[in-house]
């Protein structure tokens, strides 16, 4: 079994503050790299991919991969109480075509 | 608009009882696949499919039934429903099967309840 690891949270920030989210997986053929944002009883929205590593800029999320330590993580800037979410890191090996996810981490954003 | 629908929303079904929940998407994806979303549990993938008359199981499929005649479409069939089947289900697609571009698109869930 191909395992995907979160934090459960939830993990509490002020609004204004970098929220940090993290995640490790087990499989090292894995290639391809997600963050989802999930509202309660609603779908997961995809927020950022990554394929490389490196960090990967867009608005105020960064996605940050280190396949050699096998973890990614997502870091939302300026966070908002709108940010206030579940977040799943979901993790494709290519041995595979299958999308595993991870149990999430929930985020409060506080006012 | 680009999307992937469901049918039906909400579904409150007695135990043995048939049903499908249907799974469209407009994206002309090849891959699609069904998850199903538990407390505790977290998303678990149920079945997914390549292409037409390609399918292959997740990790959870027992009870459950899928085809994929149209690439567009791509139903969950409960053929005698059980309690244990209460769940949040979702549907989702991605044009491509593995790799880069594997960016995959959900549905808005359906929500099951077997008595």
């Known amino acids: 079994q191909k395992e995907v690891e979160q934090n459960s949270g939830p993990l509490s920030v002020p609004e204004g503050a970098i929220a940090s989210l993290n995640c490790t997986y087990s499989?090292?053929?894995?290639?391809?790299f997600f963050w989802y944002r999930q509202y309660s009883g609603k779908s997961p929205e995809l927020i950022m991919s990554i394929y490389s590593n490196g960090d990967k800029e867009d608005g105020r999320f960064t996605a940050q991969l280190n396949k050699a330590s096998q973890y990614v993580s997502l870091l939302i800037r300026d966070s908002q109480p709108s940010d206030s979410a579940t977040y799943l890191c979901a993790v494709n090996s290519n041995s595979g075509y299958a999308l595993n996810f991870g149990k999430g981490t929930s985020l409060l954003v506080t006012p | 608009e680009a999307q992937v629908t469901q049918n039906p929303r909400y579904l409150i079904t007695v135990t043995g009882k048939k049903l499908t929940v249907t799974c469209s998407q407009n994206?002309?994806?090849?891959?699609m696949s069904w998850y199903r979303q538990d407390p505790g549990l977290g998303l678990r993938q149920i079945y997914y499919s390549m292409n037409v008359e390609v399918t292959d199981k997740g990790d959870v499929p027992e009870g459950y039934k899928v085809s994929r005649k149209e690439k567009r479409n791509f139903p969950l069939i409960l053929e005698s429903p059980s309690p244990n089947q209460t769940s949040l289900y979702f549907c989702?697609?991605?044009?491509?099967?593995?790799?880069?571009?594997?960016?995959?698109?959900f549905g808005p869930g359906t929500r099951l309840t077997v008595t």
């Open positions: 994206m002309n994806h090849e891959y």
């Open positions: 989702a697609s991605s044009s491509a099967l593995a790799g880069v571009g594997y960016e995959q698109y």
């Open positions: 499989d090292r053929g894995s290639q391809s």
